[in-house]
């Protein structure tokens, strides 16, 4: 049995890809491994107290945090553009309302010791800068530390604006700390300082398999092709507009549903669809799997850049259903017309899932650990 902390801002309830990965890793580790696991997070009592009795965990409160998030809700133009502007300056400036997450972890961290493996698990990167702060060359903590990235900080290439210069150096530092960091996808090496490059260790995003049961047999094909998306937008990146266009342009009957809630790209399409096209917000994700599993077939908007890879791409495979992929721009308008006449042969071809298994995932952490320790032992 191994001692594990784990750092995270995202945990259960949060519908994020950040939070899935830690509940995840925790639920593996804790329950169907054996291991003493101690997470900090944003303790949530009437959701994480029930978990802990469950699971065998420990959770402990990185908060509560006093940064509040800029509100964009509101009416008058003036007043949600000067909101809009005040918001980005202080992420860009100052990474707000996260940089609050570096003192508090480094305090937090400050009462723990003995652990065999740390994962620090980002974004937000904030976490990272506060453990490699508490970090000291003589630290007690843990034995090693496993810097877990899903996105590049300074490599990032999916956002609007560049980070300022000076995080560079912020960055610098906790990569020259962690013993490891690691990646969901190979491509994404490259989002990082090359001198830290022999560092990174390619771990996939980890799923539970057995604990979705979906009756894929179930699928009666609808009379109108009703397909879906479920996810975030990003203009010039993960963006849906050009296929958008082509939708509203086509003679045809048809169901587009769409979960997300970033819906400014998606709004201006309501109207032109006369109801073909229909925005839904969020829904807890066991329940987006079942719906999701009940349509003709699922539609995935590529990233501008390799080294970001969806991780709904997996929830999507867990579904049965055919996946249509497409790019930002360019798109296959043939492929689009084939899939809405129930032609599925170019349907995204998944390999080696296996390699997205929990208990794989999980494996390999733990792997990184055994390389450090003496006779190959954590």
Not at 50 to 65: C, H, N, Q, R, S
Not at 97 to 102: F, H, Q, R
Not at 285 to 306: A, C, I, Q, W
């Amino acid at each position: 049995m191994k001692r594990i902390l784990i750092v995270s801002r995202s945990f259960f309830p949060v519908n994020s890809p950040r939070s899935f990965r830690t509940t995840e890793l925790v639920k593996e580790f804790a329950k169907k491994q054996g291991h003493e696991v101690t997470l900090l997070t944003l303790k949530d009592d009437e959701h994480h107290i029930p978990f802990e009795k469950e699971f065998g965990v420990t959770i402990k409160d990185l908060g509560p945090l006093r940064f509040p998030e800029i509100n964009l809700n509101g009416k008058g133009g003036v007043t949600r553009l000067v909101k809009r502007v005040a918001r980005r300056g202080l992420v860009q400036l100052l990474e707000y309302p996260d940089i609050e997450l570096v003192l508090r972890t480094k305090r937090m961290l400050e009462k723990e010791s003995g652990h065999d493996l740390l994962i620090s698990i980002a974004v937000p990167h904030p976490i990272h800068w506060g453990v490699a702060w508490a970090w000291q060359d003589n630290n007690s903590i843990a034995q090693t530390w496993v810097a877990d990235c899903g996105d590049p900080y300074m490599g990032a290439t999916l956002d609007s604006f560049d980070k300022m210069f000076y995080f560079k150096y912020v960055e610098k530092a906790f990569c020259r700390k962690a013993d490891y960091i690691s990646v969901p996808i190979e491509d994404a090496r490259k989002g990082y300082y090359p001198e830290f490059r022999d560092k990174i260790k390619v771990i996939p995003q980890g799923f539970n398999f057995d604990g979705v049961k979906l009756d894929c047999s179930a699928y009666t094909r609808h009379t109108v092709p009703t397909f879906a998306y479920a996810g975030a937008f990003i203009p010039g990146g993960r963006d849906p507009r050009e296929f958008l266009d082509y939708l509203v342009s086509i003679d045809q009957p048809y169901k587009f549903i769409v979960y997300t809630k970033s819906t400014g790209l998606v709004e201006p399409y309501i109207e032109r669809a006369n109801g073909k096209i229909e925005l839904r917000d969020y829904i807890p994700r066991r329940e987006l799997l079942k719906m999701l599993s009940g349509m003709d077939f699922l539609v995935n908007f590529e990233n501008s850049t390799s080294r970001q890879l969806p991780s709904k791409l997996i929830d999507y495979y867990l579904t049965g259903r055919p996946v249509l992929s497409l790019g930002s721009t360019d798109i296959n308008k043939k492929a689009i017309d084939e899939f809405l006449s129930g032609d599925y042969s170019k349907q995204y071809d998944f390999q080696n899932m296996d390699q997205y298994r929990i208990e794989n995932v999980c494996r390999r952490f733990l792997d990184l650990c055994k390389e450090r320790g003496p006779n190959g032992k954590c």
